[in-house]
């Protein structure tokens, strides 16, 4: 997309959006699901059958998962953690031993050289377990230097770390700074090179950085100089790998949060941090490039994680759910008890199928799962939530306590109070849902862009606009009658059986879904970009589609492999009546919904409109409370007020 098509937007949203565009990966060469069902074709074929661990493989996993989860249940406490806020020295050391560090390290280096599969299912059991050591986990792996290393890493770098990480080393990836969240172009840590450019000096402030203060190898994103490329100037943000102890780097805050409180992260400040220049990871001005296409893959362990918690609220809901009497019946015969124990057990299955089937096309390679990865985080981030939320309405009162004061009251101390707090995180980092709603309509919209981008852009030539309209005018009018006359009821989905109608849905709703794509671009033209909201609700219907997909092949692949056990059938199916339900509601709101009013409203709140709304409280400045001679009662004025 050419952003001089968004004459609508300022100067900081077209050069955010700039950076943004320039980071991309432009091309689709390898097959994607989701991509093709943006466009209104459903290639089962992609997604069925459903890609199996091989025997081979999951016997790794299993060895290994048995491990893990002996360790874990001997030596770590995890409510300790979370209460002291420390992963104790002899738990990392047992991860060392165990080689947690290594797991996705290639063996040929020391590592264990897991597959995407075996790695998620590990972080799933942590974070069931451990909120806090799962994030330490990850972070080292998913986003740390190792994955980026694997994609992009000249073989001199890969020889120098890799056997580092299987040994112990931990790494930590710092993108954010404190005006840098989800946005990039306003970066302000800077690398200048040496006028030999042997070295680089990188000076700022990064903010955030998960296991950032205890790393002994980091990556760090900063902007090296600007290039002129068209006459235009471009920014160029580079990914630098940066080693503890390099003078200059210094740890002025470690930050303290309402969940995952062991974690290790905080403010870093770079002040004149001389690297060499083979420190620089995959090329100059490369490094947005690649923390974006190393995110494709990394974020789906935060699926996998989601995953792992959700269960546990599952079982606990469960137990809880029968033990727990109240009115004369357990909890869970209740009505509003049974939809959320319902709701639960279909979005764990639908959450592993997403996670899953996406973490298999990455090892199986030659698929493009950036959209799949995305909808993964997405979905399972927000069912996660959903789920655990509904696990502390449950719980009732119980769900509101700690667990180590239900145990001292004699009472089981499910940890549901800590799983809350420590999984609010995950519909923020790696991508906000809103950033991922926004990311993924981008994709969704790709095909459109470079058809009509030209056309619709005032900057083209007169030949590039007319090149353009000649293209729609070929493709559209097939293309938008074939959504309509697709003779899809002829079509037999017989071998989807028992699953078949629901496998008809999706396909319907695939060009349903794209012909309402076509009719927005219409109706909003290059502004659509503006319209989140309705964006969002797009995003939504074709992730919801993903995900009945992926809950159909799962559960046909299990029946198949154990005719006698048809509960996944059960749990797919009616997973896809309550996705249907939610499908038909963000289409309805498409239609009818208050989006202009609150945009309008909205303003008006921010020009203070309704700020007599604000008046009987006490308005919390930020500063925290300053104990203020003047202001304070004298303690006889206090005793007047008491009781
Ligand atoms: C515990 C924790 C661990 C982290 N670990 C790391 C790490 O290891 N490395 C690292 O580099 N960073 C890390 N981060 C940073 C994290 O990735 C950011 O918090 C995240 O990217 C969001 O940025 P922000 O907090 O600045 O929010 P902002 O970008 O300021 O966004 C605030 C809100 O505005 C919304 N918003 C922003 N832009 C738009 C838009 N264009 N349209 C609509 N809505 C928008 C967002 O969705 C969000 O709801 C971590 C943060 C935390 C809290």
Redesign the pocket.
């Known amino acids: 997309m050419d952003t001089q098509t968004l004459k609508h937007l300022n100067e900081a ?1 077209r050069e ?1 959006l700039e950076v943004a565009e320039a980071s991309r990966e432009t091309e689709w060469t390898s097959p994607s699901f989701v991509a093709e069902l943006f466009m209104g074709k459903i290639r089962t074929n992609l997604i069925f059958p459903y890609p199996e661990q091989s025997p081979e493989d999951r016997q790794i996993g299993d060895e290994f998962m048995k491990q893990l989860e002996s360790f874990l249940k001997c030596n770590l406490d995890p409510d300790e953690v979370d209460r002291t806020g420390i992963l104790p020295p002899e738990i990392i050391e047992g991860l060392t031993r165990l080689g947690c560090w290594g797991m996705k390290i290639p063996k040929e280096y020391g590592g264990l050289g897991l597959s995407q599969i075996n790695y998620n299912r590990a972080i799933a059991l942590v974070a069931s377990y451990c909120g806090s050591t799962a ?1 330490w986990l990850s ?1 080292h792996q998913s ?2 230097v190792p994955q980026p290393l694997k994609l992009f890493g000249t073989a001199e770098q890969k020889k120098k770390y890799f056997p580092k990480f299987a040994q112990g080393a931990i790494s ?5 700074e404190p005006d ?4 990039p172009a306003k970066m302000t840590c800077v690398a200048v090179p040496s006028a030999d450019r042997k070295t680089w000096t990188i000076n700022g402030t ?7 203060l205890i790393a002994d190898v980091l990556v760090v ?1 900063a902007q090296t100089p600007s290039k002129i490329v068209h006459g235009k100037e471009k920014k160029q943000i580079t990914a630098f790998i940066v080693e503890k102890g390099t003078p200059g780097i210094q740890y002025p805050h470690r ?1 303290d ?1 309402m969940g ?1 409180r062991a ?1 290790q ?1 905080g403010v870093i400040e770079f002040k004149n941090v001389v690297v060499p220049a083979e420190n620089i990871l995959w090329g100059e001005g490369l490094g947005l490039k690649l923390a974006l296409i190393t995110l494709n893959t990394g974020r789906l362990t935060l699926p996998a994680a989601c995953g792992g918690m959700s269960k546990q609220a599952l079982r606990i809901s469960r137990l809880w759910g029968k033990e727990r009497e109240q009115w004369g019946a357990p909890i869970a015969q209740h009505e509003a008890g049974a939809v959320k124990l319902s709701h639960m057990a279909a979005n764990v299955f639908a959450m592993e199928a997403m996670t899953y089937y996406a973490s298999a096309l990455v090892d199986r390679g030659g698929s493009d799962i950036r959209l799949e990865a995305a909808m993964a985080k997405l979905f399972c981030s927000e069912a996660a939530w959903k789920i655990i939320d509904d696990l502390v309405q449950l719980r009732g009162g119980r769900g509101f306590e700690t667990a180590s004061s239900l145990r001292q009251r004699g009472e089981k101390g499910y940890a549901v109070e800590r799983m809350m707090r420590d999984s609010r ?1 995950n519909r ?8 991922q ?2 990311f993924i309509a981008r994709e969704a919209l790709d095909y459109h862009m470079k058809l009509v981008g030209a056309f619709i852009n005032s900057q083209s030539s007169f030949s590039e606009k007319w090149k353009s309209f000649w293209k729609c005018a070929f493709f559209y009018p097939k293309w938008y009658l074939g959504l309509w006359c697709s003779f899809d009821w002829m079509k037999s989905y017989a071998g989807y059986r028992p699953l078949s109608s629901e496998i008809r849905f999706v396909g319907k709703n695939s060009k349903k879904l794209s012909r309402t794509i076509f009719h927005l671009l219409l109706k909003f033209g290059p502004k659509l970009e503006s319209h ?1 909201m309705v964006l969002a609700r797009v995003v939504e219907i074709g992730t919801e589609l993903f995900a009945m997909a992926c809950s159909c092949s799962k559960a046909i692949s299990l029946i198949r492999n154990n005719p006698s056990d048809l509960s996944p059938v059960e749990l797919a199916k009616i997973f896809c009546k309550q996705s249907q339900i939610r499908i038909q509601h963000y289409y309805d709101a498409l239609k009818k919904n208050t989006d202009p009013e609150d945009r309008t409203l909205s303003k008006k709140v921010m020009n203070q409109a309704f700020s007599w709304m604000e008046q009987g409280i006490i308005p919390d400045d930020g500063a925290g409370f300053q104990k203020n001679s003047e202001t304070t009662v004298p303690l006889e004025e206090k005793r007047r007020y008491s009781v």
């Open positions: 949203q955010a994030v972070a986003i740390g930590a990836f710092a993108l954010t840098v969240g989800s946005d990064k903010l955030w950085c998960t296991n950032g994103m930050c949060f995952i974690i992260n995180i923020i980092i790696e991508g906000t849902t809103e950033i709603h926004l989140q």
